[in-house]
């Protein structure tokens, strides 16, 4: 028995490889489409947008959390 073999043996079925595990999870320019435009707009049009778009800012990073993006 090779020692390839022996690794396959007693790893465990349930883990999924990397590459698997990513490609389940959608592309980060896929997802909150709807925030990142009101993000968006209200940054370009406000003055001083970090103050002025907040929560729209922490609607968009709670969303992105809800994919598995860490923003």
């Known amino acids: 028995m090779s020692l390839e073999n022996t690794t ?3 790893s465990k079925v349930e883990d999924k490889p ?4 990513k490609a389940e999870r959608p592309k980060p320019c ?3 489409l709807d925030q990142k435009q009101a993000r968006d707009e209200c940054m370009l049009v406000s003055e001083d947008g970090r103050k002025q778009c907040a929560d729209l ?9 809800g994919y598995g993006f860490n923003v």
């Open 18 to 21: 990397i590459s698997e595990v």
């Open 30 to 32: 896929c997802v909150c």
């Open 8 to 10: 396959l043996a007693t």
């Open 57 to 65: 800012i922490q609607e968009y990073k709670n969303c992105m959390k």
